[in-house]
């Protein structure tokens, strides 16, 4: 009998669907066991978000300062397994609070340590840093990253920056004043998800993942957009700023950071809908002389290694 778990944070619902998918043409085979461990935060974050609480876990989230969670049960605990399924969202260019929390305890040390693990990604389309994050977060508790999945909203980027602050802020994964398309990852794509559930059994029963990511990789499983990684790692830098000020002037809720956080506020807009343009006016006038580098860059976070 394989033992499968699946961990996961899932605020909207949305990535549990994307995993219930993957794992859809996986657990009909009577020798495989699926065990489900849903990391709850002890003060739990509300859906939909409010503006306030939803820049006020900036800081924390970005610097992946963990927060208190409900333990997994005794019964998760004492298994081995033969593979595990880490889902993740990714919030401020970083796992979430909750997931980074998971792989920061000693619970994730024990479970994941010499495990076999495939990373799901359910974001908007920035992805890449956050998946260097949990990498490296993999690589402390000793798991053995075989694959990744990272399924995204496809639309252009200022349309789902739009449509996903509709969603987080309305709770509503709905058509925007019936004009914008549906935020987040596309019914269609949470849907055939299950697509990568018949080469992960296939990896799974055969005790073989050294072909799976390029197995992936051939159903599409992680698209790669140069510009995005550009857009990614520079916001980063910028983001670092931000958080390492704004958490010296108090912890979440205080009212010594509210006005930094409306400030943060007012940069991310002029970041988005300003510098984000000029970035990538920049990325295409430099992309002939790049192209090598850029091929290199999307070699690499297409697969499952850490630099």
């Known amino acids: 009998m394989k033992e499968v778990l699946v961990v996961y944070y899932s605020q909207t619902g949305q990535l ?34 409010n503006k306030q609480a939803f820049f006020d876990c900036f800081p924390e989230s970005f610097l992946q300062i963990p927060a208190p969670y409900i333990s997994p049960s005794e019964d998760i605990l004492k298994k081995k397994y033969d593979l595990v399924l880490l889902g993740h969202q990714v ?24 495990t076999p693990t495939i990373t799901v990604i ?30 995204v909203d496809r639309h252009i980027n200022h349309i789902s920056v739009i449509t996903i602050v509709h969603w987080m802020m309305k709770g509503k994964k709905d058509k925007m004043w019936g004009i914008f398309p549906k935020p987040g990852v596309s019914d269609e794509d949470i849907k055939n998800a299950s697509k ?59 009212p010594k950071r509210k006005k930094w956080l409306v400030l943060f506020n007012y940069y991310l807009l002029f970041a988005i ?8 006016i920049v990325f295409l006038l430099t992309y002939i002389p790049m192209y090598k580098k850029v091929n290199r860059d999307k070699k690499y976070y297409s697969s499952i290694h850490l630099k």
Request: proline share 6%; with cysteine.
């Open 196 to 254: 990568f559930g018949t080469v992960i059994k296939d990896a799974l029963t055969s005790n073989n993942f050294s072909n799976l990511q390029p197995n992936l990789l051939k159903l599409d499983a992680v698209v790669i957009k140069p510009f995005l990684v550009l857009a990614d790692q520079r916001a980063n830098i910028l983001f670092s700023k931000w958080a390492n000020f704004i958490i010296k002037k108090g912890p979440a809720g205080d």
């Open 16 to 49: 549990f669907d994307i995993l219930k998918n993957v794992v859809s043409t996986i657990e009909d085979d009577d020798d495989v066991n699926i065990t489900y461990f849903e990391i709850v935060p002890e003060k739990p974050f509300e859906f939909p978000w």
């Open 91 to 114: 919030w401020y260019l970083t796992p979430s609070i909750p997931l980074n929390s998971f792989l920061k305890s000693d619970h994730a040390k024990k479970l994941l340590k010499d």
């Open 122 to 151: 359910g974001a908007r389309n920035m992805w890449i840093m956050a998946q260097e994050k949990v990498k490296k977060l993999l690589t402390n508790c000793d798991a053995k990253l075989v694959g990744n999945i990272a399924l």
């Open 273 to 280: 809908w300003v510098i984000a343009p000029i970035v990538f």
